[in-house]
């Protein structure tokens, strides 16, 4: 089983639609939990961490249930710059601190 | 957020040769640096975990003497592929890490072996 696996999608939906993308961790010891935005030859840039009470940045709102060991992000009135790999990743201390990254969601937003 | 480079952004070399990567964090103390590998298609996997002034630990299947990690200073950390080959082609992405856990990546360095 993957450390943190994420449905690959594609995601295919037309601008201005709600999406939701999900993962699940397997080490209940993983400290911080992240969202990171990939665009095609890209680095990773860090969309927003995730916090156990849920927070928001304008349309984009994280989740993370620690019980379940599973991260959420929903994306509201999506644009057609949204369009990227949405890749979940979490903190585990292993020796020293590491980022598992998960396999990444593909959106493509539709005009 | 803060800024790390990446130099090359883009190389390619001859099957046997050795290629240096360097990564620098520009505005902050880099404590540890990070270095990833990302194959088409496929997420970023972790190759190598270096503090500054110590030898890097590598993570299982990546071989030390193939890919030599130096980070002499704070701001500095160098990956050399040595002796590359064509199944070392990929894009190569550095990240640094400061007194909080957040990493940040570089540009990354996209290495075609022919």
């Known amino acids: 089983r993957k450390e943190v696996e994420q449905d690959p999608g594609p995601f295919n939906v037309p601008e201005g639609a709600t999406v939701a993308f999900n993962c699940t961790y397997s080490?209940?010891?993983?400290?911080?939990f992240f969202w990171y935005r990939q665009d095609c030859r890209k680095e990773p840039k860090l969309l927003m961490s995730?916090?156990?009470s849920g927070n928001e940045d304008g349309r984009f709102t994280a989740q993370l249930n620690r019980a379940s060991q599973y991260i959420s992000l929903l994306i509201r009135d999506s644009k057609l710059s949204d369009s990227a790999t949405y890749l979940c990743?979490?903190?585990?201390?292993?020796?020293?601190?590491?980022?598992?990254f998960g396999t990444g969601t593909r959106l493509k937003v539709l005009a | 957020g803060a800024v790390v480079s990446q130099h090359p952004s883009w190389v390619i070399c001859k099957s046997g040769t050795s290629v240096k990567i360097e990564c620098r964090s520009l505005?902050?103390?880099?404590?540890?640096m990070f270095w990833y590998r990302q194959f088409p298609k496929q997420s970023l996997m972790l190759m190598a975990t270096?503090?500054?002034?110590?030898?890097?630990?590598?993570e299982q299947g990546v071989e030390k003497d193939k890919f030599l990690i130096n980070h002499a200073s704070l701001t500095l950390s160098t990956l050399t592929v040595t002796s590359a080959h064509p199944e070392d082609s990929s894009f190569y992405i550095c990240?640094?890490?400061?007194?909080?856990?957040?990493?940040?990546f570089g540009p990354g360095t996209r290495l075609t072996v022919l």
């Open positions: 505005d902050f103390q880099a404590t540890t």
């Open positions: 995730v916090y156990s």
């Open positions: 270096s503090n500054e002034g110590s030898k890097a630990t590598y």
């Open positions: 080490n209940s010891a993983s400290q911080s």
């Open positions: 990240s640094a890490s400061g007194a909080r856990d957040t990493q940040y």
């Open positions: 990743v979490v903190n585990t201390l292993s020796g020293t601190y590491k980022y598992i």
